[in-house]
């Protein structure tokens, strides 16, 4: 299933969406669902984005809404450095944007080969980024589906003689400056949560979620066959709880909410 058919489905049985806060989606119908989805993480942090998105409105009353540049992206950078290398002297990166993953993966692979790696937050495999060259990441910022982030030692760069505004990579993408802003701030955010979320932050989800889901950390892996997973997807909907409509990808923890969202789920089981 796709987002849009997801969407369209939700739709079709509670009616628009007129307000999106933390891991709940509030319906025209009155019904406020719980989101497991979250965008395929990007809402990890929450719909409503925090301060990120009170930087994106403050940068746009300013009125930098334009192509021109209004400020040296180094700001991304440090914060990008800060998640991943706690910024160091000797250890910073370069970010670079791209439109697709699959992009995004090109270039962090071209600088390293042998040590580029995907990044998720609250990754439960023990790996120490500051270690790996390149990472890849999307943004912890819903209104992100477009941008995917690839942070490349800096020291790769300069060992290759090579300046920040020199680095010839195909298709890379400008972010606009205010998006760029609220990005930027949404790097901040994650790195004050990281340390707050925790395992008995999730477990306490699993009387009802590991019989349809493995469990790692806040990343929810479904046990039942693709074949049935459509069915399971129009199934959480009717309990109003919205999963990954993506069999291949992870649902998520909603973190915060009362365990009582997941009720008309073990009330009303599926089967598979």
């Avoid at 589906?145 to 920040?164: G, M, P, R």
Wanted: hydrophobic share 35%; proline share 5%; with cysteine.
């Amino acid at each position: 299933m796709t987002t849009t058919e997801l969407s369209k489905l939700i739709y079709s049985k509670y009616g628009m969406v007129t307000r999106a806060r933390n891991c709940y989606l509030y319906t025209k119908k009155g019904i406020r669902l719980t989101d497991l989805f979250q965008e395929n993480g990007r809402a990890i942090l929450g719909w409503h984005g925090g301060s990120a998105f009170t930087f994106l409105k403050n940068t746009l009353s300013k009125g930098l809404t334009g192509s021109f540049i209004c400020e040296d992206k180094s700001r991304l950078d440090k914060a990008i450095t800060k998640l991943f290398d706690n910024e160091t002297k000797n250890n910073s990166r370069t970010v670079f944007a791209f439109s697709s993953k699959a992009e995004a993966l090109k270039a962090g692979l071209m600088f390293s080969s042998q040590n580029t790696s995907v990044y998720s937050p609250w990754n439960q495999a023990n790996i120490d980024y500051s270690k790996v060259d390149s990472i890849v990441m999307q943004p912890p910022l819903p209104w992100t589906q477009t941008i995917f982030l690839t942070a490349v030692k800096s020291s790769l760069i300069n060992a290759n003689n090579l300046s920040d505004n020199k680095i010839e990579l195909s298709n890379t993408i400008s972010i606009p400056f205010a998006l760029e802003t609220a990005i930027t701030k949404s790097i901040y955010n994650l790195i004050s949560e990281i340390p707050l979320r925790q395992e008995k932050d999730w477990f306490i989800y699993d009387p009802v979620l590991t019989k349809y889901w493995t469990r790692k950390g806040p990343y929810l892996y479904p046990k039942m066959s693709e074949e049935k997973y459509n069915d399971f997807v129009k199934h959480c909907l009717e309990c109003q709880l919205i999963i990954n409509p993506n069999y291949q990808m992870p649902s998520l923890i909603p973190f915060g909410a009362d365990k009582g969202v997941f009720t008309k789920l073990k009330n009303n089981p599926f089967s598979f």
